[in-house]
């Protein structure tokens, strides 16, 4: 966990990978193994052992093939992913480990140049090698409608809270992005924002290592006004969202004050929404909008396109109608049918 923080993984990331480990290492007591000692069978166990649910997962009882499983694929993944870290990690440190790092080919991940562990030794000869990996569904991104945009914003009964939401939507920018924000960021004679990274009170952070410009509406531009002469007035402070009404008086907005908002927004519309989902919204959006998806990338933030492909790359039944009515592909014909 230290060596996670070190190299700047947001607290999210460690908290995940921490927990994520947990899960192993109580697996591997019911087991009575020790974590330098596993084999590749042993992990493949460790998957099923998340799949149970928790009261049944002594074995003591057999689950039957139509029960729901406990873990998603996503979540199985992900916990396998933050087992093959910490493996490869021990393994640089000069830790034994036995087999299982010449026998597990942990499936993605970050690249890197790490080679498994007695590879000087094994590479002269073929070592066979096995990802385990479950097939997950990917989820399309939950998209807002503009009717459920507008309803949020008009439900804000601040301005301080409808401008949050409405930098969220015209710019595509992350939650922790938008907390981060400063007033120097914010250049209203040129309508554009610029993100970035920095160390914040609040523990706002940016993922993008390098600063981004996103324009922005005259209109967002103008409601920042508003929220500057008819609620922040003469506050002495950097950060653009700060608690003006809670306490402590001035200080920045914080993630736990802006999911309570959240809540309370949820309950006077009755949409089940996240912040998150305003990105999703401005991307989906731009691309329909014929937004080319280079663009859009580099809007959001993301360090490959190929991860915005693989995001947004969506379309559904009606957004490609559309596509072909406008090429003329129902029309015009040369061949009858």
């Excluded at 052992?49 to 009882?61: A, K, N, Q």
């Excluded at 039957?64 to 199985?76: D, G, I, Q, R």
């Excluded at 970035?196 to 922005?216: C, E, H, L, M």
């Excluded at 859009?296 to 396109?305: E, N, R, T």
Aim: hydrophobic share 40%; charged share 25%; proline share 4%.
């Amino acid at each position: 966990m230290a060596y996670l923080t070190q190299i700047e993984r947001s607290p999210n990331t460690v908290k995940a990978y921490a927990h994520d480990l947990k899960d192993w290492f109580v697996f591997l007591g019911t087991q009575d193994l020790d974590w330098r000692e596993v084999r590749l069978e042993n992990v493949a166990e460790f998957v099923a052992w998340l799949r149970r649910p928790p009261t049944l997962r002594d074995g003591t009882v057999l689950i039957l093939p139509s029960v729901e499983h406990h873990c998603t694929e996503a979540t199985v993944n992900r916990k396998l992913s933050a087992l093959s870290a910490f493996y490869q990690h021990a393994a640089r440190h000069g830790i034994d480990l036995g087999e299982l790092l010449r026998t597990w080919q942990p499936a993605g991940g970050r690249g890197s140049g790490w080679k498994p562990f007695l590879h000087h030794i094994s590479k002269g000869a073929p070592q066979a090698r096995r990802a385990i990996v479950l097939s997950a569904q990917r989820k399309l991104p939950r998209v807002l409608t503009a009717t459920e945009v507008q309803t949020i914003l008009d439900a804000c009964d601040r301005l301080r809270d409808r401008f949050l939401f409405a930098v969220l939507f015209d710019t595509g920018m992350r939650i922790g992005e938008a907390l981060g924000l400063r007033h120097e960021d914010i250049a209203a004679a040129e309508s554009q924002i610029t993100v970035q990274r920095r160390v914040n009170d609040n523990g706002a952070r940016t993922k993008s290592r390098s600063p981004r410009t996103i324009p922005v509406s005259a209109e967002l531009i103008r409601l920042y006004a508003d929220y500057l002469h008819l609620e922040y007035g003469d506050l002495d402070s950097d950060s653009v969202f700060v608690n003006l009404w809670g306490r402590p008086h001035g200080h920045p907005l914080t993630y736990t004050a802006v999911y309570d908002l959240v809540k309370r927004l949820r309950r006077r519309t009755g949409i089940d929404f996240d912040p998150h989902w305003y990105r999703h919204t401005a991307a989906t959006r731009m691309l329909r909008d014929g937004v080319p998806i280079e663009v859009v990338s580099k809007l959001l933030g993301h360090a490959d396109i190929t991860t915005t492909a693989a995001v947004y790359g969506h379309l559904s039944a009606e957004d490609a109608r559309q596509a072909l009515e406008e090429a003329g592909w129902f029309t015009g014909r040369e061949v009858r049918l």
